[in-house]
C-alpha cells in the first residue's frame, strides 16, 4: 500500500505535495518523498518515517518548481530501505522520468529477467526501477505511446503518478485495483490516490482516472488516453472494508457510508441480544454506528485510542506490533463492566492484535463479548498490494470460526457473508476483487506465485 500525489502549473507545488501527503499519511508510514522540477532539472527530499517528521520549511523551500510528485510508502514488495523510497526517478538521455507507484506487479520476476538480459543493472527492490528500466530500454518517440507501451508490460495493480519532463501523468492499471483521482485548484491539476487529499488542499474534485486510462497534464491542459475497449474491473474491496480514509470517495462513493451499510448488513445477518455496541477503533468505528443504528441498542466508545501512536499493523516486526496493542487502546471499565457487548472489527488478519484487544475487554470486566466482523474470513494473500503476505499468516486459512473465537478468547464471532458484503457497496458485485476472501484471482498467477496459495 502507498499513498500518491501530484501537480502541475501551481506556484506551491512541493508544499500542496507535502499537505497531500499528510492526508494520505494513513496509506504507508514508513517513509515519504517528494519530487519537484525546476530549470530543467529534479529536485528531490526523501526519508524514512512520517510525512510531518520528514519535511520541514526549508526543505520545503527548497524543492522548487511549480510541479511536484509525490509518495508516502508502506512497503509490500521491496525491503525497508532507504534506496527503496519513493518517488523513483531517473535522468536518460535528455529526459527525466519520476515514478511514484501504488499497488503490487505481478510479472516483476519475468520482466526484471528480459530487462537485465538486455543490459539493465538494478539499484533497488523496487517494481517502480522495473518501470522505469521499460522505459529506458524503448525507441519509441511519441513520447505518449511510449508511456502506453511501457505500461501494456506491465501485470498486475498500478496506480501511478510520474513526471516525464514537465508532463505529468497518471495512470491506473485496467482492473483498476487502487484508487487514483483527478481534482482542480484553480489553473493548477492534481491527482491523488485518494479524495480527502483533494479537501486538503481545497481541490475540486473532478473524476477518477479510469481503470486503463492515462492522462497527461501539462501546460497545454489535460489529455486522457482511454483504454481501447471495455476491461473486467476489480476494485479492491479492502480499500473500502480497511485501507481507505473513511472521509475520501473512491471507486464512485464514499467510505464511511459504505463502512456504515456493512455494520447494518452485519446486523441483519448476525445480530446480537446486547447491552452495547462498541468498536474497535478507528477502523471499526464506522460500521458499528450501522449496526447499533439497525439493531436499536446504544452504540458507546468502550475503548480510548491513544493518538500519538501510529498505526500498529504498519510496523513490520511481531514484537513491536505486540507491544503497540497495549500502548494504543485503553478501554474504560465504567463503560464495560458487567456488560454483554457487541464489537464490531472491520477485519481479522493474523488475530495477534484481537486476542490481545479482547483480553483487555475481559481485563475491564465485560461479561460477554460478541464479535462481529465487516469482512468474510481472510484466507488467501494479496498480490496486488495489501499486506498479506502467506497464507501460514492469516488465521482464517488455518482455523475454523469457531476455533479463531476460542484463541481470541470470545463468546461468540460471526463474519459478514461475501454476498452481504458485496451487497453492501454500490457498485456491481463483479467489479470487486474479492480473492483475499475466496481464492479467485482475477488474473492468471505466474508459477512462482501460485505456489504460495497451495502452501499450508
Ligand atoms: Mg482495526
Given at each position: 500500500?502507498?499513498?500518491?500525489?501530484?501537480?502541475?502549473n501551481?506556484?506551491?507545488?512541493?508544499?500542496?505535495?507535502?499537505?497531500?501527503?499528510?492526508?494520505?499519511?494513513?496509506?504507508?508510514e514508513?517513509?515519504?518523498?517528494?519530487?519537484?522540477r525546476?530549470?530543467?532539472?529534479?529536485?528531490?527530499y526523501?526519508?524514512m518515517g512520517?510525512?510531518?517528521?520528514i519535511?520541514?520549511?526549508?526543505?520545503?523551500?527548497?524543492?522548487?518548481?511549480d510541479?511536484?510528485?509525490?509518495?508516502?510508502?508502506?512497503?509490500?514488495?521491496?525491503?525497508?530501505?532507504?534506496?527503496?523510497?519513493?518517488?523513483?526517478?531517473?535522468?536518460?538521455?535528455?529526459?527525466?522520468?519520476t515514478?511514484a507507484h501504488?499497488?503490487n506487479?505481478i510479472?516483476?520476476?519475468?520482466?526484471?529477467g528480459?530487462?537485465e538480459?538486455?543490459?539493465?543493472?538494478?539499484?533497488?527492490?523496487?517494481?517502480?526501477?522495473?518501470?522505469a528500466?521499460?522505459?529506458?530500454?524503448?525507441?519509441?518517440?511519441?513520447?505518449?505511446?511510449?508511456i502506453?507501451?511501457?505500461l501494456?508490460?506491465?501485470?498486475?495493480?498500478?496506480?501511478?503518478?510520474?513526471?516525464l519532463?514537465?508532463?505529468?501523468?497518471g495512470?491506473r492499471?485496467?482492473?483498476?485495483?487502487?484508487?487514483?483521482?483527478?481534482?482542480?485548484?484553480?489553473?493548477?491539476?492534481?491527482?491523488?490516490?485518494?479524495?480527502c487529499?483533494?479537501?486538503l488542499?481545497?481541490?475540486?474534485?473532478?473524476?477518477?482516472?479510469?481503470?486503463?486510462e492515462?492522462?497527461?497534464?501539462?501546460?497545454?491542459?489535460?489529455?486522457?488516453?482511454?483504454?481501447?475497449?471495455?476491461?473486467?474491473?476489480?476494485f479492491?474491496?479492502?480499500?473500502?472494508?480497511?485501507?481507505?480514509?473513511?472521509?475520501?470517495?473512491?471507486?464512485?462513493?464514499?467510505?464511511?457510508?459504505?463502512?456504515?451499510?456493512?455494520?447494518?448488513?452485519?446486523?441483519?445477518?448476525?445480530?446480537v441480544?446486547?447491552?452495547l455496541?462498541?468498536?474497535?477503533?478507528?477502523?471499526?468505528?464506522?460500521?458499528?454506528?450501522?449496526?447499533?443504528?439497525?439493531?436499536?441498542k446504544?452504540c458507546?466508545?468502550?475503548?480510548?485510542r491513544?493518538?500519538y501512536?501510529?498505526?500498529?499493523?504498519?510496523q513490520?516486526?511481531?514484537?513491536?506490533?505486540?507491544?503497540k496493542?497495549?500502548?494504543?487502546?485503553?478501554p474504560?471499565?465504567?463503560?464495560?463492566?458487567?456488560?454483554?457487548?457487541?464489537?464490531?472489527?472491520?477485519?481479522?488478519?493474523?488475530?495477534?492484535?484481537?486476542?490481545?484487544?479482547?483480553?483487555?475487554?475481559?481485563?475491564?470486566?465485560?461479561?460477554?463479548?460478541?464479535?462481529?466482523?465487516?469482512?468474510?474470513?481472510?484466507?488467501?494473500?494479496?498480490?496486488f498490494?495489501?499486506?498479506?503476505?502467506?497464507?501460514?499468516?492469516?488465521?482464517?486459512?488455518?482455523q475454523?470460526?469457531?476455533?479463531?473465537?476460542?484463541h481470541?478468547?470470545?463468546?461468540?464471532?460471526?463474519?459478514?457473508?461475501?454476498?452481504?458484503?458485496?451487497?453492501?457497496?454500490?457498485?456491481?458485485?463483479?467489479?470487486?476483487?474479492?480473492?483475499?476472501f475466496?481464492?479467485?484471482?482475477?488474473v492468471?498467477?505466474?508459477?512462482?506465485?501460485?505456489?504460495?496459495?497451495?502452501?499450508?
Amino acid at each position: 500500500m502507498c499513498g500518491i500525489f501530484g501537480i502541475a502549473n501551481h506556484k506551491d507545488a512541493a508544499k500542496l505535495t507535502y499537505l497531500g501527503l499528510y492526508a494520505l499519511q494513513h496509506r504507508g508510514e514508513e517513509s515519504a518523498g517528494i519530487v519537484t522540477r525546476h530549470c530543467k532539472k529534479l529536485l528531490s527530499y526523501k526519508g524514512m518515517g512520517l510525512v510531518g517528521d520528514i519535511f520541514n520549511k526549508d526543505v520545503l523551500k527548497n524543492l522548487k518548481g511549480d510541479i511536484a510528485v509525490g509518495h508516502t510508502r508502506y512497503s509490500t514488495t521491496g525491503s525497508t530501505t532507504t534506496k527503496n523510497i519513493q518517488p523513483f526517478y531517473i535522468k536518460h538521455k535528455k529526459e527525466n522520468l519520476t515514478i511514484a507507484h501504488n499497488g503490487n506487479l505481478i510479472n516483476t520476476a519475468e520482466l526484471h529477467g528480459q530487462l537485465e538480459k538486455n543490459g539493465a543493472i538494478f539499484q533497488t527492490t523496487m517494481d517502480s526501477e522495473i518501470i522505469a528500466h521499460l522505459f529506458t530500454h524503448s525507441n519509441e518517440k511519441n513520447y505518449k505511446k511510449l508511456i502506453s507501451n511501457m505500461l501494456c508490460q506491465l501485470q498486475g495493480a498500478y496506480s501511478l503518478v510520474m513526471l516525464l519532463n514537465d508532463v505529468l501523468i497518471g495512470a491506473r492499471d485496467p482492473f483498476g485495483w487502487r484508487p487514483l483521482c483527478i481534482g482542480k485548484l484553480n489553473e493548477s491539476y492534481v491527482l491523488a490516490s485518494e479524495t480527502c487529499a483533494l479537501d486538503l488542499i481545497q481541490a475540486e474534485y473532478i473524476r477518477d482516472v479510469e481503470p486503463g486510462e492515462i492522462v497527461f497534464i501539462s501546460k497545454k491542459g489535460i489529455e486522457c488516453l482511454k483504454p481501447p475497449k471495455e476491461h473486467k474491473k476489480s476494485f479492491c474491496v479492502f480499500e473500502y472494508i480497511y485501507f481507505s480514509r473513511p472521509d475520501s470517495n473512491i471507486f464512485g462513493s464514499n467510505v464511511y457510508l459504505t463502512r456504515k451499510q456493512l455494520g447494518r448488513q452485519l446486523a441483519k445477518e448476525h445480530p446480537v441480544d446486547c447491552d452495547l455496541v462498541m468498536s474497535i477503533p478507528d477502523s471499526g468505528n464506522y460500521a458499528a454506528v450501522g449496526y447499533a443504528e439497525a439493531l436499536k441498542k446504544p452504540c458507546e466508545v468502550g475503548m480510548i485510542r491513544n493518538h500519538y501512536v501510529g498505526r500498529t499493523f504498519i510496523q513490520p516486526s511481531q514484537f513491536i506490533r505486540d507491544f503497540k496493542v497495549k500502548v494504543k487502546l485503553n478501554p474504560i471499565k465504567e463503560v464495560l463492566k458487567g456488560k454483554k457487548i457487541a464489537v464490531i472489527e472491520d477485519s481479522i488478519v493474523r488475530g495477534t492484535t484481537s486476542r490481545a484487544r479482547i483480553k483487555a475487554l475481559r481485563d475491564a470486566g465485560a461479561k460477554e463479548i460478541h464479535m462481529r466482523v465487516t469482512c468474510p474470513p481472510l484466507k488467501y494473500p494479496c498480490f496486488f498490494g495489501i499486506d498479506f503476505p502467506t497464507k501460514k499468516e492469516l488465521i482464517a486459512s488455518n482455523q475454523t470460526i469457531k476455533e479463531i473465537a476460542k484463541h481470541l478468547g470470545l463468546d461468540s464471532l460471526e463474519y459478514i457473508s461475501l454476498e452481504g458484503m458485496l451487497k453492501s457497496m454500490k457498485q456491481p458485485d463483479n467489479d470487486f476483487c474479492t480473492a483475499c476472501f475466496n481464492g479467485k484471482y482475477p488474473v492468471k498467477l505466474p508459477k512462482k506465485l501460485s505456489k504460495y496459495i497451495l502452501e499450508k
